[in-house]
Antibody, heavy 120, light 107 residues
Framework: EVQLLESGGGLIQPGGSLRLSCAAS????????MSWVRQAPGKGLEWVSI????????FYADSVKGRFTISRDNSKNTLYLQMNSLRAEDTAVYYC?????????????WGRGTLVTVSS | EIVLTQSPVTLSLSPGERATLSCRAS???????LAWYQQKPGQAPRLLMY???SRATGIPDRFSGGGSGTDFTLTLSRLEPEDFAVYYC????????FGQGTKVEIK
């Protein structure tokens, strides 16, 4: 059974940094691209970033480019999102999502999410 | 950048009724790269459809999808109580863009 478990969320002041983790199990982690998707309170879904199965290729939404860094440790089956220079508008539930293949496809599994609140 | 516009924003229906949700793209997209997700309050999204018309594993056949070019639809043939939720369409492949969602609520 595929499982994705996010952690690392919390309350952080504007300008601060936070690192999210997503522990994956139930599939061959390094064979699939992974993404972070966020959802501001009461709002829709926004894709944030993707990393290839091998971890070499990464892409970011314009809203986070230069501030967030996605990475993965395939030896630990874990996905990360390093978030710097956080802003109030980054407040959201952050989901990690598994792509259906090694290519940049749809998301077939999602974690339950971790809430990040940026506020002073 | 492809923008997806979903309509209606809210759909008020009774159990047993048919629901038709629309997703319109700002430019033509391949139907191979259109997905639908369902999200219930406090839960993560769940994949319903991919490739515009292929049901994901475990999705009942009362869900169907179709369309091409710029216009896509998700149809729920007969609403069950568990189907009342928010539905998002998504374009994927070179970018991962979501529509703003359609809420299907109980009338």
């Amino acid at each position: 059974e595929v499982q994705l478990l996010e952690s690392g969320g919390g309350l952080i002041q504007p300008g601060g940094s936070l690192r999210l983790s997503c522990a994956a199990s139930g599939f061959t982690f390094n064979s699939y691209a992974m993404s972070w998707v966020r959802q501001a309170p009461g709002k829709g879904l926004e894709w944030v970033s993707i990393v290839s199965g091998g971890g070499v290729a990464t892409f970011y939404a314009d809203s986070v480019k230069g501030r967030f860094t996605i990475s993965r440790d395939n030896s630990k089956n874990t996905l990360y999102l390093q978030m710097n220079s956080l802003r109030a508008e980054d407040t959201a539930v952050y989901y990690c999502a598994k792509h259906s293949s090694s290519s940049y496809s749809f998301f077939d599994y999602w974690g339950r999410g971790t809430l990040v609140t940026v506020s002073s | 950048e492809i923008v997806l516009t979903q309509s209606p924003v809210t759909l008020s229906l009774s159990p047993g009724e048919r629901a038709t949700l629309s997703c319109r793209a700002s430019q033509s997209v391949s139907s191979a790269y259109l997905a639908w997700y369902q999200q219930k309050p406090g839960q993560a999204p769940r994949l319903l459809m991919y490739g515009a018309s292929s049901r994901a594993t475990g999705i009942p056949d009362r869900f169907s999808g179709g369309g091409s070019g710029t216009d896509f639809t998700l149809t729920l043939s007969r609403l069950e109580p568990e189907d009342f939720a928010v539905y998002y369409c998504q374009h994927y492949g070179s970018s991962w863009t979501f529509g703003q969602g359609t809420k299907v609520e109980i009338k």
